[in-house]
């Protein structure tokens, strides 16, 4: 599939936003990016037709089939563009191989908004806070693929890449100042690398051959009677190796 022009990806924003109309829960183009990339880079990749209903909660609201065939292949042509950059081998970001996510520059958005509609907007999201936000919806949709035993040595790395996504969606008022300190291109740059970090995790993991568990009947506890009848405890009768029969 070719990745998506320019113009196409300004289609598929105004039919997000045109859907949005009809639902809160729908993405727009940036929201959509990260979870598109969580999904590409998570335990499972799972195809967009799949993976949407359960990340938005719903199912995306279509105003008719001719609209939901051009979105979801619009979508799907995304994910693929997405995946094909999450599984190239790159070493430098500005590599054309490279993730690229589509990120919005929200001061401009609101700066060409009139004025009277501008309170509707808050606080202006900072750059690739919403790819970041997508991205963690996404893994929370799918916490119980991402959740590790208590125990696993793997839970600290996983956390440690997910951090780097809940300081990119962050307030900067919420930031730790050794956060602040970093520019918002760093925090943007480490979360694009965490990406890949991620891949590399999840695929090591899925490599590993599970180990073959040999399923043996129920049989007599150590200290219940030995079945033979004799009185002892299987321990010390047929359950003592050296004694059974």
């Known amino acids: 599939m070719p990745p998506l022009t320019d113009a196409e990806l300004d289609q598929l924003e105004v039919l997000l936003a045109e859907m949005s109309e009809r639902s809160e829960a729908v993405p727009d183009l940036e929201q959509l990016d990260g979870v598109l990339a969580a ?51 790159v070493q430098r970001l500005d590599d054309d191989r490279a993730l690229n996510p589509l990120l919005t520059d929200w001061e401009a958005v609101i700066a060409h908004t009139p004025e009277e509609e501008r309170a509707a907007f808050g606080e202006v999201p900072g750059l690739g806070a919403v790819w970041a936000s997508g991205f963690l919806q996404a893994v929370d949709a799918f916490e119980d693929e991402w959740l590790l035993p208590a125990d696993d040595e793997g839970n600290e790395f ?10 990119l969606a962050s307030d900067e008022a919420e930031l730790a100042p050794e956060q602040r300190e970093m520019s918002r291109d760093e925090r943007l740059a480490d979360a694009m690398w965490a990406v890949y970090d991620l891949r590399d ?7 590993r051959r599970p180990v073959a568990q040999v399923r043996k009947e129920a049989g007599p506890g150590r200290n219940d009677p030995c079945p033979c009848g004799s009185g002892k405890k299987y321990k010390k009768c047929h359950g003592d190796p050296t004694k059974a029969s």
């Open 39 to 89: 999904m590409a880079c998570g335990p499972t990749p799972s195809a967009p037709a799949e993976a949407l209903p359960q990340v938005i909660g719903e199912a995306l609201p279509f105003a008719d089939e001719s609209q939901q065939v051009l979105v979801m292949d619009l979508i799907e042509r995304r994910w693929q563009d997405v995946l094909r950059a999450v599984e190239a081998p």
């Open 158 to 167: 996983v956390d440690g890449c997910l951090q780097l996504f809940e300081v």
């Open 201 to 207: 995790f999840w695929r090591e993991r899925a490599s």
